[in-house]
C-alpha cells in the first residue's frame, strides 16, 4: 500500500483481508494489519516484522523500497508472533544485517526465533541509533502490550514508531475511524495495564511527535492530539462517556425485555447516553469495551445454577481479567424459584477495584410485572444520579 510517511521513512506492511480472528478470540470485521515500516538513510533500518501469513507479501514490499540496497538493520519493538515470525526470514536474507531489541527482549528471543544472538543489539532506555539524518531514540514501554516491548523516536521526522500501542483492528484501508475499533483492541489486549500506558504517555509528552507508527492500523498524524486525550482517559480506567451501559443475559427472552424496557425508562428520563448488548448474541470484546466506555453498567441476568448465568459469568470474568475498576453498577436479576444472580454479580465486583454498587436492586419473576417497572424507574432515577 502507498502510505506516505516522509520522504525518506516508508509504509512496508501488509493488510490480511482473509483474517476472522486475531489472536484466536477477537472478531474481526475488516481484517487485521501487520504494520512494518523502512528507513532509509546513510544506513537503513526496517522496523518490525509481520505475521507468517503476510511474510511473502512483507519481503515483496521491502524489495520495492530497499531497489537493490541491503538493510542494516531490523529494528523489534515487540516480539509477538504476529510481528516476530520473519525475524528468522529476514535474519536469512540479510546476513549482514543486526537485529536491535530490548534486553528483555533478547532474553525471551530464542522463544520465537533462531536468529544467532551474536547479530542482535541489545539496547537500554535513552540508547540511540544514528542512521544518517535519522536517529532513533529508544524508549522501554513494558507490558504495553508484552514485557519486552519497546517504542522509538525519530527526531528527524517526529515519528513516534508506538509497537501495539496506538493500534486497532482493520486493516490500514478499511473504511472506518479510528476510535471504535481502537477502543475495542485497546480494552481487550492491553486494558489490564493501565499503569504501564500511562508510563508511556509521560514519555510520549516529552516528544514532539508529528507521527504515530503502530504496529496495527492506520498511520496516526492530524489526529494525535484526540488520539493521546483518548488513551489518557482510557489508561486511567476514567469512563469516556457520560452515560450506561446495559448488559443483559436472558434465557428466554424475559431479561431481555426487562432491559429493553429499563434502557427506554432512562432514554425518557434524559439519561445522556445509553447503549445495550445481549450477552448471549453480541461480540464479547465489544461488551467488554462498552464496559469501561461508560460511567455506569448495569447487569440484568437470569439467575442459574445457584449462580448468574453463563454469559453473564463469562462477561464478569473477562471484566474482572481486564481490571474494570472506578465505575457505578446497577444489579437486576431474574429467577423463576430461586434467586442467585444479585447475590453472584455482587460478589464478583466486590473482588474489583473501587465499584460503586448500588444499594437499589430490582428481582423479577419470570415476567416483568408493573410493580417491577416502577422498581425500574426508581432504579433509572438512581442511576442517573450517578452517571
Ligand atoms: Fe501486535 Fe502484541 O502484538
Known amino acids: 500500500m502507498d502510505i506516505r510517511i516522509s520522504d525518506t521513512v516508508k509504509y512496508v506492511g501488509v493488510n490480511d483481508y482473509e483474517i476472522d480472528l486475531f489472536e484466536s478470540q477477537y472478531m474481526l470485521e475488516n481484517g487485521m494489519a501487520y504494520n512494518s515500516y523502512i528507513i532509509l538513510d546513510e544506513k537503513i533500518a526496517v522496523c518490525d516484522g509481520v505475521d507468517k501469513i503476510a ?144 508510563a508511556l504517555l509521560k514519555k510520549a509528552a516529552e516528544l514532539d511527535i508529528k507521527v504515530i507508527c503502530p504496529l496495527h492500523g492506520p498511520v496516526l498524524t492530524d489526529t494525535i492530539p484526540e488520539v493521546l486525550k483518548l488513551y489518557n482517559t482510557w489508561s486511567s480506567y476514567e469512563p469516556e462517556d457520560r452515560g450506561v451501559f446495559i448488559a443483559c443475559a436472558s434465557i428466554h427472552g424475559n431479561t431481555l425485555k426487562a432491559a429493553e424496557k429499563m434502557k427506554e425508562i432512562l432514554e425518557k428520563k434524559g439519561c445522556p447516553r445509553v447503549a445495550m448488548a445481549d450477552l448471549c448474541r453480541e461480540d464479547m470484546a465489544e461488551s467488554v469495551e462498552d464496559g469501561f466506555r461508560h460511567s455506569v453498567l448495569l447487569c440484568m441476568a437470569s439467575s442459574y445454577d445457584a449462580g448468574v448465568f453463563a454469559p453473564m459469568s463469562d462477561y464478569l470474568h473477562h471484566l474482572k481479567h481486564k481490571a474494570f475498576q472506578n465505575r457505578t453498577v446497577a444489579l437486576v436479576e431474574n429467577t423463576s424459584w430461586a434467586p442467585s444472580a444479585i447475590r453472584t454479580m455482587k460478589a464478583e465486583f466486590e473482588e474489583m477495584q473501587n465499584i460503586n454498587i448500588l444499594d437499589k436492586t430490582v428481582s423479577i419473576k419470570t415476567r416483568l410485572t408493573d410493580e417491577n417497572v416502577k422498581e425500574l424507574e426508581e432504579l433509572a432515577d438512581l442511576i442517573i444520579e450517578n452517571v
Open 55 to 198: 511474510y511473502e507479501r512483507w519481503m515483496e514490499n521491502l524489495d520495492k523500497e530497499l531497489n537493490g540496497r541491503t538493510p542494516d538493520y531490523l529494528i523489534v519493538h515487540h516480539l509477538e508472533p504476529d510481528h516476530s515470525y520473519s525475524i528468522d526470514m529476514f535474519a536469512n536474507k540479510y546476513p549482514e544485517a543486526k537485529i536491535i531489541m530490548s534486553a528483555n527482549a533478547l532474553r525471551m528471543l530464542a522463544q520465537f526465533a533462531d536468529v544467532d544472538t551474536s547479530r542482535v543489539i541489545a539496547v537500554k532506555e535513552k540508547e540511540t541509533l544514528p542512521l544518517g539524518e535519522h536517529t532513533l531514540t529508544f524508549m522501554m514501554a513494558p507490558m504495553v502490550h508484552w514485557p519486552e516491548v519497546m517504542v522509538s523516536y525519530d527526531s528527524k521526522d517526529g515519528i513516534l514508531f508506538s509497537a501495539d500501542a496506538f493500534g486497532k483492528f482493520g486493516t490500514v484501508d478499511a473504511d472506518e475511524g479510528w476510535s471504535c475499533e481502537a477502543r475495542r483492541y485497546y480494552f481487550n489486549i492491553v486494558g489490564k495495564y493501565g499503569k504501564q500506558v500511562q
